[in-house]
Nanobody
Framework: QEQLVDSGGGLVHPGGSLRLSCAAS????????MGWYRQAPGKQREWVAG???????NYADSAKGRFTMSRDNAKNTISLQMNSLKPEDTAVYYC?????????WGQGTQVTVSS
């Protein structure tokens, strides 16, 4: 199981921005599918964005136009730039990597969007 460390969450006002990062422990980020889910209190975990091993990015409809994924292979990290944040974006965000047929998860980072 790969250890992933999520970071970058925090409290922002509506319309603000946050950049989440997810770091892997070794040089695997560029070779496997990775992405982000989020889970708000009382709701199911929701897929937000992903990047394939071929560097194709995909986004949930709720994220398109506002969120952007990127990958830094040299640093073994992926990032999620979140702009124009809305209160409904409030959730714990979890990064994942699909490694040898198993989805591995980060510990999660809290994003709160509130005025």
């Amino acid at each position: 199981q790969e250890q992933l460390v999520d970071s970058g969450g925090g409290l922002v006002h509506p319309g603000g921005s946050l950049r989440l990062s997810c770091a892997a422990s070794r040089s695997i980020v560029g070779s496997f599918g990775m992405g982000w889910y989020r889970q708000a209190p009382g709701k199911q975990r929701e897929w937000v964005a992903g990047i394939t091993g071929g560097d194709t990015t995909n986004y949930a409809d709720s994220a398109k136009g506002r969120f952007t994924m990127s990958r830094d292979n040299a640093k073994n990290t992926i990032s999620l730039q979140m702009n124009s944040l809305k209160p409904e974006d409030t959730a714990v965000y979890y990064c994942y990597i699909d490694l040898r047929g198993v989805r591995n998860w980060g510990q999660g980072t809290q994003v709160t969007v509130s005025s």
